[in-house]
């Protein structure tokens, strides 16, 4: 069964700093992989999806990287801002079926 | 509207009752899946839709679970003789046919149901 570990569990920085989220999961035979963001009371709002033959996906100030065979990823925050303050879940789709299997996220609090 | 909506946004209901949660995916989209999230935790799967039919509902914790797409468009979670452990945020997702490897699936805000 997948399973998905997402360190740190919450996680507290100044206004500016770089940072990095951990995911981890036990099923390296995965589909794809996702970064969603979570803003209290609201749903998932996808930030990156990477490909299981991709390396890393950039979206502006974001960075995921993933290595499939050692069943890691990491989101990369650039200069953090306060409007960054979420919970950010990670995600596996499997190779075989449909459904998202979820870590519990972290979350992220950017102090001004 | 543009994106996934779900009714109601909030349901308090008391131990044994039932209750409906709807979804509204977004136009178009052929695929729907239902997740429930408790505090602190990430969405857990429920079900997923395929057209009208439940190409794959091994996530319902158990009978009194129940959704349905009579139409291939708007959903309904159905859940009976409510437990207070069924408290949690019901979130729903569409996306485009299911299949895909850059699919992505668009989430709803989610309905919070407390049970008493």
């Known amino acids: 069964k997948q399973e998905v570990t997402q360190i740190p569990a919450a996680l507290s920085v100044p206004e500016g700093e770089n940072l990095v989220l951990n995911c981890s999961f036990t099923?390296?035979?995965?589909?794809?992989l996702q970064w969603f963001r979570q803003d209290p009371g609201k749903g998932l709002t996808s930030l990156l999806l990477i490909q299981s033959s991709q390396r890393e996906q950039t979206s502006g100030r974001l960075n995921a990287s993933l290595d499939k065979s050692s069943g890691r990823s990491t989101l990369y925050i650039a200069a953090s801002q306060p409007g960054d303050s979420a919970t950010y879940l990670c995600a596996v789709r499997e190779e075989y079926g449909n459904k998202l299997v979820f870590g519990a996220g972290t979350i992220l609090r950017v102090k001004s | 509207g543009a994106g996934v909506s779900q009714t109601p946004s909030n349901k308090v209901t008391e131990k044994g009752k039932y209750v409906e949660l709807r979804c509204d995916p977004i136009?178009?989209?052929?695929?729907l899946y239902w997740y429930r999230q408790s505090l602190g935790q990430g969405p857990e799967f429920l079900i997923y839709?395929?057209?009208?039919?439940?190409?794959?509902d091994s996530g319902l914790p158990n009978d009194r679970f129940f959704a349905v797409r009579p139409e291939g468009s708007v959903s309904t979670l159905k859940i009976q003789r409510t437990e207070r452990g069924d408290s949690a945020v019901y979130l729903c997702?569409?996306?485009?046919f299911g299949t895909g490897r850059w699919e992505t699936q668009y989430f709803g805000p989610g309905t919070r149901l407390l049970v008493l």
């Open positions: 099923d390296s035979a995965i589909y794809n």
């Open positions: 997702a569409s996306s485009l």
């Open positions: 839709f395929q057209g009208t039919g439940a190409a794959d």
């Open positions: 136009s178009g989209h052929t695929a």
